[in-house]
């Protein structure tokens, strides 16, 4: 059974920078893809980020683009998302999430929540 445990949320003001990591335990090997999404009060779950192995690359919300960054060390238990020039909008509780199903074979247009086969329990952001 694998287990993310998420650390790094907190309230910050805008321009500000967080970054959040996830730490995952219990399997052998590393998940296909690692991803972040992110809940705002009042709305649906979203994907913010995501990373791929095999060299696919990383998928960003267009929302996001040029202010997130997403990263894993290289044992790929741990992925972290820098997140900078943080808006107000930006405020809601982040979920990191593993993929161990067979990877894709090119970058997602969006990502979907039903791919992702374990899930943190989330840590808040809030920007103010």
């Known amino acids: 059974h694998v287990q993310l445990v998420e650390s790094g949320g907190g309230s910050v003001q805008a321009g500000g920078s967080l970054r959040l990591s996830c730490a995952a335990s219990?399997?052998?090997?590393?998940?296909?893809?690692m991803g972040w999404f992110g809940q705002a009060p009042g709305k649906e779950r979203e994907g913010v980020a995501a990373?791929?192995?095999?060299?696919?690359?990383?998928y960003y919300a267009d929302s996001v683009k040029g202010r997130f960054t997403i990263s894993q060390d290289d044992a790929g238990n741990t992925v972290y998302l820098q997140m900078n020039s943080l808006k107000v909008e930006d405020t809601a509780m982040y979920y990191c999430?593993?993929?161990?199903?067979?990877?894709?074979?090119?970058?997602?247009?969006?990502?979907?929540?039903?791919?992702?086969?374990?899930w943190g329990q989330g840590t808040q952001v809030t920007v103010s």
């Open positions: 999430a593993a993929d161990y199903g067979p990877p894709p074979t090119v970058l997602p247009d969006t990502l979907e929540e039903a791919d992702f086969d374990y």
């Open positions: 219990g399997y052998t090997y590393s998940a296909n893809c």
């Open positions: 990373i791929y192995t095999g060299g696919l690359g990383s």
